[in-house]
T-cell receptor, first 112, second 113 residues
Framework: EAAVTQSPRNKVAVTGGKVTLSCNQT?????MYWYRQDTGHGLRLIHY???????EKGDIPDGYKASRPSQENFSLILELATPSQTSVYFC???????????FGEGTRLSVL | AQSVTQPDARVTVSEGASLQLRCKYS??????LFWYVQYPRQGLQLLLK??????VVQGVNSFEAEFSKSNSSFHLQKASVHWSDSAVYFC???????????FGDGTQLVVKP
């Protein structure tokens, strides 16, 4: 069954610390996405990838890095976490436009 | 540029009533269109999608949506809502030229018993 798995599901970090959010998909999809969701802003695209080794900036990339070491894995990295990055983060995977992206369950990040 | 507008942040209906959630899009050609639903503390789940052909598309759980090129709209409808339909609904668009997905801000649906 197609699936997108995010870890951790919940994370509390300290300001200035490094945070890595992981995403794994077993769908053999080429494309993967990282979004954040905040009240009043809907879903905003941070980074995305078209395949292993590629990363592209989305609409709000500042303060975030992404890594796609393999087809299955896509990580979001906060090198110096700030309280403004407290949010819910969603990973999604898709393959061409004809397959609407599948979403993970989300990661709740609190930066104190 | 492309965008999606969901003009209603919150819609309240009574159980058993009909429902329409509005979605307007902006794009120079016919895009790929989607409706997703998000239940509390969960990810987004696809309800239905439109690529071409019949402008009325059927989705899961008796939802349907109608594409209108002249109105640049893709409204979601359901004949009779159930309390379990309470959730946030997102309309989304993807241009035919790339794989990015653009989301509206969502509509919170509250179904009263």
């Amino acid at each position: 069954e197609a699936a997108v798995t995010q870890s951790p599901r919940n994370k509390v970090a300290v300001t200035g610390g490094k945070v890595t959010l992981s995403c794994n998909q077993t769908n053999n999809h080429n494309n993967m996405y990282w979004y954040r969701q905040d009240t009043g802003h809907g879903l905003r695209l941070i980074h995305y990838s078209y395949g292993a080794g590629s990363t592209e900036k989305g609409d709000i990339p500042d303060g975030y890095k992404a890594s796609r070491p393999s087809q299955e894995n896509f990580s979001l990295i906060l090198e110096l976490a700030t309280p403004s990055q407290t949010s819910v983060y969603f990973c999604a995977s898709g393959d061409r436009v004809n397959q609407a992206p599948l979403f993970g369950e989300g990661t709740r990040l609190s930066v104190l | 540029a492309q965008s999606v507008t969901q003009p209603d942040a919150r819609v309240t209906v009574s159980e058993g009533a009909s429902l329409q959630l509005r979605c307007k899009y902006s794009y120079s050609a016919t895009p790929y269109l989607f409706w997703y639903v998000q239940y509390p503390r969960q990810g987004l789940q696809l309800l239905l999608k439109y690529y071409s052909g019949d402008p009325v598309v059927q989705g899961v759980n008796s939802f349907e949506a109608e594409f209108s090129k002249s109105n640049s709209s893709f409204h979601l409808q359901k004949a009779s809502v159930h309390w379990s339909d309470s959730a946030v609904y997102f309309c989304a668009l993807s241009p035919s030229s790339n794989n990015r997905i653009f989301f509206g801000d969502g509509t919170q649906l509250v179904v009263k018993p």
